[in-house]
Every structure is written in structure tokens, then in C-alpha cells.
């Protein structure tokens, strides 16, 4: 018969294990502990008492912070916890009981005085049952764990690169608005040198404006995005100045069947088996419970009258006439043939919805990719050439409207395909259990 836990493993080791920062029960799901991305000196206490950096922040920090200050972690670490005392009371054999009977308490020189024990024995294979539960319980609460701490992970990722992207944003918003500051100054000297309209002034001043909005847009989406990031780790005030980090540097692709095969053992899929296993052990404890159990009763009883002892032996054994658990046995059975059904179901979701995602994930890259290397170019170098020819007198401001509106465009574009890969990757690992990229050099992916 198995032990219901292992002897060496005491609850305070549990609780210090349960408790550290980088806790992950499962073999599956281990990470390595990420370097810290700031030196102590440039480091503040965020909301949740843990160090956030004040100066740059990288990837593998924001994840350490929010694993480490979660309290949707530290709420499914204490479940797991909390499962452990129930396997343990799960191997606690039933307690004996004392009684004593008395009889004729009026007449001493008759009076008859029984001492017994009752010890309650169990019968059907109902602890080994029970202990059976409570493993699959605490295997099921090891993989809500771990498919937690996963999700943080994901979402610090998609969040991380939503910053990465903010940033680059208002960093050419910045530089449209100066373009477009020195196109309204180069209208404005060839109004006065009386060579264009002045309508052309007033359209390279919308213009500016126009860009001038666009700058504050992304200024206070760049607010917004880092604001989410901090949340990850309790946090309402971001106190990072910036997020470093390569949101250039594209995700890799896995092909299908490596796909498939780290699917098979992911968390999500390892919970969902548990929880049908769970079911399973639960309807063999009820069907154990169709057994009665026996309680043998061992005593001694002294006749005051015979003036001697006499020893008390017996059985006591239940009679299953009327109550045979049927009903909680059919109801488990049929709980644990849904469950079973669920798994399949769950099996089949995680299946699409990780081919899907690896479909948004190659189609970002491509866009990104094509963007970069044949649109971004082009629509840069016609934006350029349309300013310099306004300056010069050849082309109208109209034109260079057009190639402004378009290079704003393009560049846009790109950003939304690198964020929205990045998002995708981060929901693929989150699906497969572990990173489909290895680290690059300036710890932009840990």
C-alpha cells in the first residue's frame, strides 16, 4: 500500500517550498530563476513590498516580480498546501472508543461494572481508496499551480511587449511631429517668399496639429500599457522608467508536430487528465463505501455478586438491507465517465486552439517581415524625397501629406505585427508549457 506521503517531507519544508518565490511543483513545468535585469541601487519596493527597478526593466525581471507577487499564485500555492493536510488525514486510521456500562446501581453487592474498548475496522479497501483521492487531488492542485503560474507568465509577456511597442510608437510619433514642424516652417518661408498659397501654410499647420494629436495618443497609450504591467506584480504606479527590450527580434515557429508532441505534455492538458483521474478515484471510494465496516470491542466485565472478572469479546457487523450506497456510486461512476468525456473535449479545444494561435503567430511574423523589409523602405524613402522636393519647389503639399499619412501607416502596421506575434507566442507557450524560443542576448525572451 502506498504511503500517503513521502517520510521525509514534513509541512514545514512544504510550507518554506510552498512559499518561495520560484515555487513549481511539477518536473514539467520548472523554469530556472531569472537573473535580475537592475543593480540593488536602482531597484524600489513596489506595491506588493517586492524591488522593482526604477531604471530599465527587461522581461525576465517583470516575470521574477510577478511570480513573485501575485496573489493568484500565492492563492493556488496555498490550496496545494491545504491539499496536502487533506492527504494526510486521508491515511488516519479511524480513532477506538472507551465505554463503560454500569449495572444496578442501587444494590452494590449486585452490581455489575463493564469496561470495553471499541476499535471501528474498515473494510473494502476504503483508506487505500481515500488515500488514492487525495493523490489525485494534489496532483490536480500541482497543475492549477503550474497552469497559473504559466498564464502569469503569458500575460507579463504580452503585457511586457505591449510596452515595448508603446515606447517605439511615441518614438516615431515624436519624429513625424518634427518632420512635420519643419514642413510647416518650410511652408511658411515660401508663403512669404510668395511662391505657394497660403492655403498650403494652413494645410501644413492641420497637419502638424494632426501629428501633434497622434504624438499625445501614443504618449498615453505608452501610459496605459505600462500601468498594465505593473498590475502584474500589484503595483498601480509603474516606478521603471522603461521596458528593455528588442521587439524586433521575431519570435521562432515551431512546425506542427513538435507542436503536437509538447502539447501532450503541457499543464493544461496534465490538469484536465488529473481532474478525470480525481473523478475516477472518487467513485472507487464510493464504491468501497458498500461495504460495512466492523467494530471489534474487547473489555472486561466484574460481577460484584460472583465476585470475579470476566472477559468481553465482540463483533458488531452492519447489515446492508436497506442503504448499499447505490446512488452515490452511480453518481460518481457518471461523474467520472463525464469527466472523461471532458478530458477528450479539452484535448480536442487545446489542440485547435493551439493550432490557430500558431496561425496568427505565422501570419504576424510574415506581415512583420514584409513590412520591414519591402514596405517600411519604400514608404520611408518617399516621405523623405516628397519633403525635400516641397522644400525645393517640385511637389505640392498634398503629395507630401499622402507620403506622410502613408509612412505613419506603414510604421503603425509594423508595430501592431510585432506586438500582436509576440502576443501570440506568449499564448503559445502559455498552451505548450514552456518557451518555444530559447533567450536571446539582450534578455528580451528568458
Do not use: C
Not at 537592475?38 to 531604471?55: D, I, N, R
Not at 487545446?350 to 511574423?365: D, I, N
Request: aromatic fraction near 4%; glycine fraction near 6%.
Amino acid at each position: 500500500m502506498r504511503k500517503p506521503y513521502p517520510s521525509n517531507f514534513g509541512l514545514l519544508g512544504l510550507a518554506a517550498l510552498v512559499t518561495s518565490p520560484l515555487f513549481f511543483p511539477p518536473a514539467w513545468a520548472q523554469q530556472p530563476p531569472a537573473p535580475s535585469a537592475a543593480h540593488p541601487q536602482q531597484m524600489s519596493l513596489s506595491g506588493s513590498g517586492k524591488l522593482e527597478p526604477t531604471a530599465a526593466l527587461h522581461l525576465a525581471a517583470a516575470i521574477e516580480l510577478a511570480l513573485s507577487a501575485n496573489p493568484e499564485l500565492s492563492a493556488a500555492a496555498r490550496e496545494l498546501l491545504a491539499v496536502e493536510g487533506a492527504l494526510i488525514q486521508a491515511g488516519v486510521r479511524p480513532n477506538p472508543e472507551i465505554s463503560v456500562l454500569v449495572e444496578d446501581t442501587r444494590d452494590k453487592a449486585a452490581r455489575t461494572t463493564t469496561v470495553q474498548i471499541d476499535q471501528p475496522v474498515e473494510l473494502g479497501g476504503k483508506r487505500a481508496a481515500r488515500i488514492a483521492l487525495a493523490e489525485r487531488e494534489r496532483e490536480a492542485a500541482a497543475a492549477d499551480l503550474a497552469a497559473k503560474r504559466l498564464e502569469i507568465r503569458a500575460n507579463v509577456t504580452g503585457a511586457f511587449f505591449d510596452v515595448l511597442a508603446a515606447q517605439q510608437r511615441v518614438r516615431q510619433a515624436e519624429d513625424l511631429f518634427g518632420l512635420a514642424r519643419r514642413a510647416a516652417l518650410a511652408a511658411s518661408r515660401r508663403v512669404t517668399a510668395g511662391k505657394i498659397s497660403p492655403v498650403e501654410e494652413t494645410r501644413a499647420k492641420v497637419a502638424e496639429a494632426s501629428v501633434r494629436v497622434e504624438f499625445e495618443q501614443a504618449r498615453g497609450e505608452l501610459a496605459v500599457a505600462r500601468k498594465r504591467l505593473a498590475a502584474a506584480w500589484g503595483n498601480p504606479s509603474p516606478r521603471f522608467e522603461r521596458a528593455e527590450g528588442r521587439i524586433d527580434v521575431l519570435p521562432g515557429i515551431l512546425s506542427p508536430e513538435e507542436i503536437e508532441r509538447r502539447l501532450q505534455i503541457s499543464p493544461a492538458l496534465a490538469r484536465a487528465r488529473f481532474g478525470a483521474d480525481r473523478q475516477a478515484a472518487a467513485a472507487e471510494l464510493e464504491r468501497t463505501r458498500r461495504f460495512g465496516d466492523v467494530t471489534v470491542s474487547l473489555g472486561s466485565k466484574r460481577a460484584e455478586e460472583l465476585g470475579r472478572n470476566q472477559t468481553v469479546i465482540g463483533l458488531s457487523v452492519p447489515l446492508p438491507l436497506f442503504d448499499r450506497n447505490r446512488g452515490n456510486v452511480l453518481e460518481a461512476t457518471q461523474r467520472a465517465a463525464k469527466a472523461r468525456d471532458e478530458l477528450a473535449a479539452t484535448e480536442i479545444r487545446l489542440m485547435t486552439e493551439a493550432a490557430q494561435t500558431h496561425e496568427r503567430l505565422k501570419a504576424s511574423v510574415l506581415e512583420a517581415e514584409t513590412l520591414q523589409k519591402e514596405i517600411l523602405p519604400g514608404a520611408q524613402g518617399a516621405y523623405e524625397a516628397a519633403g525635400k522636393g516641397f522644400e525645393l519647389g517640385k511637389f505640392s503639399f498634398l503629395e507630401v501629406l499622402d507620403a506622410q499619412r502613408t509612412f505613419f501607416q506603414a510604421q503603425s502596421r509594423y508595430l501592431q505585427a510585432l506586438a500582436e506575434a509576440h502576443r501570440a507566442a506568449a499564448e503559445l507557450d502559455r498552451a505548450l508549457g514552456a518557451p518555444i524560443v530559447s533567450s536571446t542576448v539582450d534578455g528580451n525572451r528568458p
